[in-house]
């Protein structure tokens, strides 16, 4: 899919638990969303978006968002950090 930036949307319960749980600000899911380095399909509807090194203080990361488009304004699913650049960057 095209890169675009997506500002408006909304945390599940399950996303705001899981960055809780793991670390990660709402401003930085908010600005992975702003700023989209990569998307992918995950099934029909809901993407994965990659934010890399650039984003991520922890060298050797990336930042993985979660996020269901077929909802207006999409969910924000899950959020995670990686360090299987290899297997997730494109």
Not at 29 to 48: C, D, F, H, I, S
Not at 63 to 81: E, G, K, M, W
Request: proline share 6%; aromatic share 8%; glycine share 4%.
């Amino acid at each position: 899919p095209d890169i675009k930036p997506i500002r408006e949307f909304v945390f599940t319960d399950h996303a705001l638990n899981e960055m809780a749980r793991r670390q990660i600000s709402e401003e930085d899911v908010k600005t992975v969303l702003a700023n989209p380095e990569q998307m992918e399909m995950a099934r029909e509807g809901v993407l994965y978006i990659n934010r890399g090194c650039r984003w991520e203080k922890r060298q050797g990361q990336i930042l993985r968002v979660f996020v269901d488009i077929h909802l207006t304004p999409p969910d924000v699913v899950t959020v995670y950090r990686t360090s299987k650049i290899e297997k997730y960057w494109r």
